[in-house]
């Protein structure tokens, strides 16, 4: 039976988190009675509450619905959190967000997008392709889409676009008809340990694949792949091996322009309105999904010239003929370096000052060295003390370690307060803003910052 057709009343703890929220909106819209905890309030949740979802934010058992048929859980909440362990030890059905995806996609044509980096912005572009070109979908992003103000959108054709999230392995519970992998790299080592165990958990996700389904995979990127029952398609950014790449890239007026060469033909002349490199790469292999739907050549190239972004993803705060801002929400190495290419890609000329917040003690122990270099890629770095989230601290772990172990001379580990001053101060142009803690907070004070200068 399918667990969906009988939810009168859904309670989450963590509702205010960018993948949990989705979930909130898509029973909200199925009439189903929603509401939920988070530990401070933001943007995201006074959106949810517009929007008539209830929401709460002190750890109180006297709050919770207590007619609620599930309770969900995000694993960023604590283990002793009192409203977690109320519902667990009183007879509620308590279950993982990972857990519902796989009850809405299970019965549902769907496209998973999984990767260490890159699969927010594809599974955005793909679902806005989707959207945009009339086919239709429902979905489940890891980001704001610009082009709508949100992260989830429904439609009456049973299609799926969904972000598949590596962190506590939670894309193994889905079962996809189309899989994407766009990174590999190592992360999340306090869930999997090793790089090894990272990417044997890639090459389990796509045995996740439906029979005859379809992997499309980023050319370059090695997991163990069993190919029975599947199609294996590739793609690349001037990777000329690669089952789908790009052609004959060219920048004009801030936009990329290139053709996209694949097994049936050529699109001619696509245009992409957004910052970096590694987009065009993203774009190709959500058009290489629409493709494979069979979507015409003309939806598609309009849909990509339409497709505005997601924020925090290269989005630009300010963009004047004095100021460039830029914020992406970079938190790794190899992310971080397609940032900083992306930007010399557009602005060759500029000296560019880069501001980066550190995510996790355990990510900046373990990606120290990756860091470092790709610090040292930038003119200037102003570093921000690590955002721990989830964590405590680690003896000797902090942004200092990775300034004393960068070449770079133009360097600095400061404040928020202090870089509020540099900001009321400085006269660079090219500003780059960076991580996934609270920086975004930061990123807004400094584009008011620079709006009056």
């Not at 980096?117 to 889409?145: Q, V």
């Not at 920086?439 to 200068?453: A, G, R, Y």
């Amino acid at each position: 039976m399918n667990p969906l057709t009988n939810i009168k009343n859904i309670y989450f703890i963590g509702i205010g988190g960018i993948g949990m929220s989705a979930l909130a909106r898509y029973f909200n819209t199925q009439g189903v009675t929603v509401s939920g905890y988070d530990k401070t309030p933001t943007v995201l949740t006074a959106d949810l509450e517009r929007e008539g979802i209830q929401i709460h934010f002190d750890d109180n058992i006297e709050k919770i619905d207590k007619q609620a048929t599930i309770v969900v859980y995000t694993p960023a909440v604590p283990a002793d959190h009192s409203e977690l362990n109320y519902c667990k030890n009183n007879g509620y059905n308590v279950v993982k967000r990972s857990d519902v995806l796989n009850w809405i996609t299970e019965n549902a044509f769907t496209i998973a997008i999984a990767g260490t980096h890159g699969k927010t912005t594809t599974t955005s572009m793909t679902a806005h392709i989707l959207r945009h070109s009339e086919y239709g979908c429902n979905a489940f992003l890891g980001g704001i889409a610009s082009n709508y103000d949100t992260n989830f959108w429904s439609h009456e054709n049973n299609v799926v676009v969904v972000e598949a999230d590596e962190y506590d392995r939670s894309f193994l519970k889905l079962a996809p008809n189309i899989a994407v992998v766009t990174a590999v790299d190592p992360d999340h080592l306090d869930i999997y340990g090793t790089p090894e165990e990272v990417l044997k958990a890639f090459g389990q996700f796509t045995d996740k694949i439906k029979s005859g389904g379809l992997l499309i995979q980023k050319m370059g990127t090695e997991f163990p792949v069993h190919h029975s029952g599947k199609t294996v398609h590739t793609y690349g950014f001037n990777m000329d091996n690669a089952t789908y790449h790009t052609a004959n890239l060219k920048v004009v007026d801030g936009a990329y322009h290139f053709d996209l060469v694949h097994n049936a033909g050529v699109l001619k002349n696509v245009v992409l309105n957004m910052g970096g490199l590694h987009n065009v790469e993203n774009a190709t292999a959500a058009i290489a999904i629409a493709l494979r739907l069979g979507i015409s050549d003309e939806k598609i190239i309009n849909a990509v010239a339409a497709f505005k972004g997601v924020k925090r993803r290269f989005e630009y705060k300010l963009k004047t003929s004095n100021k460039v801002l830029i914020d992406d929400y970079a938190h790794h190495p190899e992310e971080l370096n397609a940032l900083i290419s992306g930007v010399r890609s557009l602005y060759p000329n500029e000296k560019m000052t880069l501001v980066f917040q550190p995510h996790l003690y355990s990510r900046t122990q373990d990606q120290a060295k990756g860091f470092m270099e790709v610090l040292d890629k930038a003119d200037q770095v102003i570093l921000l003390p690590i955002y721990p989230a989830r964590e405590l601290p680690i003896p000797g772990v902090s942004s200092d370690m990775l300034l004393n172990g960068m070449q770079l001379t133009n360097k600095q580990v400061m404040s928020k307060d202090a870089l509020m001053q540099w900001a009321a101060t400085t006269n660079e142009k090219l500003i780059v803003m960076a991580g996934a803690g609270d920086i975004d907070v930061c990123i807004n004070q400094v584009q008011e910052i620079f709006s009056k200068l």
